[in-house]
């Protein structure tokens, strides 16, 4: 079975600092791949990146960086000088195969708060 | 543009009023699949459909279902609606890599708030 842990259920901080969101993952597939998406305040999911398994280079976008570590089942997420555009809801999610279908699990999500 | 139209995107109804929430993408994705977000609890799957004709039941199925007979669309129904169906629905569809998961992810609806009184 799969399962997505987001231990963080919110985390609040100020403008310009830096912020982690921690995503740990379960899998017996060999072959997966992880996902984060941004749920704004208007509500509607935003796809951020895509990682495969077998690719545990680091990504770098703008302000975003992500931490693929296969070695502790972990996809983190950090956000350089967070802005308050940041603040939103942040789900991590695997997608593997559970029987012979495919499916996306989606962790509980991590709300991030950004204030001035 | 390409994308997942969901209606409506606000729906209050009462207990046992049947409904229906459409799901249309115009992607010619093969794979559909509905999810509910509660506070805590994330997205869970209800239903998925790999094809036209072919749907199956995911995590919480209960008091849902769902048809694709046409590969662009696949409603939800609730034919007997209670208060715990309460939630956030999301409709969200993907284009199928031969013997791999999902790789392209999804693309979501805008969603639906539902609430059952």
């Known amino acids: 079975a799969q399962k997505v842990t987001q231990a963080q259920t919110e985390i609040s901080v100020v403008e310009k600092e830096d912020v982690t969101l921690d995503c740990v993952y379960e899998t017996r597939d060999t072959t997966y791949y992880l996902f984060w998406y941004k749920q704004p305040p208007s509500g509607e999911l935003v796809f951020l990146i895509r990682?495969?398994?077998?690719?545990?280079q680091n990504e770098i976008s703008g302000r975003y960086s992500w931490n693929f570590q296969k070695s502790t089942s972990s996809f983190n997420f950090t956000i350089t000088a967070s802005q308050v555009v940041d603040s939103a809801v942040y789900f991590c999610?695997?997608?593997?195969?559970?029987?012979?279908?495919?499916?996306?699990?989606f962790g509980t999500g991590t709300r991030l708060q950004v204030t001035l | 543009e390409a994308q997942v139209t969901q209606n409506p995107r606000y729906l209050i109804t009462v207990t046992g009023k049947k409904l229906t929430v459409t799901c249309s993408q115009n992607m010619n994705h093969e794979y559909m699949s509905w999810y509910r977000q509660d506070p805590g609890l994330g997205l869970r799957q209800i239903y998925y459909s790999m094809n036209v004709e072919v749907t199956d039941k995911g995590d919480v199925p209960e008091g849902y279902k769902v048809s694709r007979k046409e590969k662009r669309n696949f409603p939800l129904i609730l034919e007997s609606p209670s208060p715990n169906q309460t939630s956030l629905y999301f409709c969200a569809s993907s284009l199928l890599a031969p013997d791999r998961p999902l790789y392209y992810g999804y693309t979501f609806g805008s969603g639906t708030r539902l609430t059952v009184v």
């Open positions: 990682r495969n398994s077998f690719d545990e």
């Open positions: 999610a695997l997608s593997g195969f559970t029987g012979t279908a495919s499916k996306l699990t």
